[in-house]
């Protein structure tokens, strides 16, 4: 990302931000409440799009492609950079259906021998096979917030992604269930990039490389998660982590 800005239609929300995220590294975006960590990070899957009045500028690219452009068709950005929301939001369709979705709108897959195989798969990557194996027709939406949460990335996983956004994935669940994303996360990065946003510095230093710090829009520090934490270079920074502001 290069000289990024963000406007919600004349308020800007995020001012000339550069940041290179690197493959199968995990990078968390921290700050205040209404710095644009969120804003940021929907601008990779071009997930503001949907929003009205919002427009993003600057140069934006994955693997040397620009993302942005009138030639970029969204559906197939969005399966390579998935995302995973705050609230878990599964489909109102079973379990099977919830990972097989997008494997079968995108043409990954046709055959059922196929796919079955894409969601076994993507279910053991997330964790959650053993706990729902004996129930894939059962509704995604009647398992628990942390099994659903491990659903949603199940269903992002299950198109091959090259990258995971998580707005604040564990804010909606308990402190097992958010060991067992944290866990997950880790395990994920062998095979994936993350790009996570949370309100936690602890979850921060846990699970990412590297931490960037966002402050009124502006990226004020990026730096290896334990330099930020324990020798920050910049003021703000410091006054963040130290709970004197946010
Ligand atoms: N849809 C929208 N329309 C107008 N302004 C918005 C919209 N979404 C966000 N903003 C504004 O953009 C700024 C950044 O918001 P954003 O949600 O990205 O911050 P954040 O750091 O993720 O906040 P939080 O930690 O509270 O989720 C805020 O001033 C917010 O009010």
Not at 135 to 153: A, E, H, V, Y
Not at 186 to 214: C, G, P, W
Request: aromatic letters at 6%.
């Amino acid at each position: 990302m290069r000289n990024v800005n963000v406007l919600y239609g004349e308020t800007q929300a995020i001012h000339s931000v550069s940041l290179d995220i690197g493959c199968n590294e995990v990078v968390a975006m921290i700050g205040p409440s209404g710095c644009g960590k969120s804003t940021f990070l929907r601008c990779l899957n071009r997930m503001n799009d949907t929003i009205e009045g919002c427009r993003v500028e600057g140069e934006l690219s994955l693997d040397g492609e620009p993302i942005y452009g009138p030639k970029v068709d969204v559906v197939p950005l969005r399966a390579r950079v998935g995302m995973v929301f705050q609230k878990p939001n599964p489909f109102p369709k079973s379990i099977y259906e919830n990972v097989a979705y997008g494997p079968k709108i995108h043409g990954i897959a046709s055959r059922r021998a196929e796919l079955d195989e894409i969601v076994e798969n993507s279910l053991h990557r997330a964790g959650l096979w053993n706990e729902v194996k004996d129930r894939l027709n059962k509704p995604g939406t009647g398992l628990s917030g942390g099994q659903q949460q491990r659903l949603c990335i199940a269903r992002a996983i299950a198109v091959s992604p090259e990258v995971i956004l998580m707005d604040e994935p564990c804010s909606a669940l308990d402190p097992i269930a958010t060991a067992r994303i944290e866990e997950l996360i880790d395990e994920l990065k062998e095979n994936y990039t993350i790009a996570i946003v949370t309100h936690s510095m602890q979850q921060a230093a846990r699970v990412s490389q590297r931490t960037a710090y966002f402050h009124l829009g502006h990226l004020v520090e990026v730096n290896d998660t334990e330099t930020v934490f324990t020798n920050p270079e910049h003021e703000l920074t410091e006054a963040y982590i130290t709970g004197r502001f946010g």
